[in-house]
């Protein structure tokens, strides 16, 4: 996500995310794993429609989109 957009400030959770992630699968705990997947790709699907509605909003108004 944060090449796609060119942003750091969701780089921690990424890696926090990731994290959960690599415990999950340490304790076999396949459930776990599916919920911390999911979770992360709803919170980036989220990102990108906030910042693809942010430009479109600059857009509108006139504003220089810079990223």
Known sequence: MNRI???KS???REVDD???LIDALK?????NAEKTVRKHIYRSYCEFVDLNNK????????????F
């Open 5 to 7: 957009f060119g942003t």
């Open 55 to 66: 430009k479109h909003a600059e857009q509108q108004i006139g504003e220089k989109v810079w």
């Open 27 to 31: 304790h076999k705990d396949p459930d």
């Open 10 to 12: 969701t780089k921690q």
């Open 18 to 20: 990731h994290g959960e």
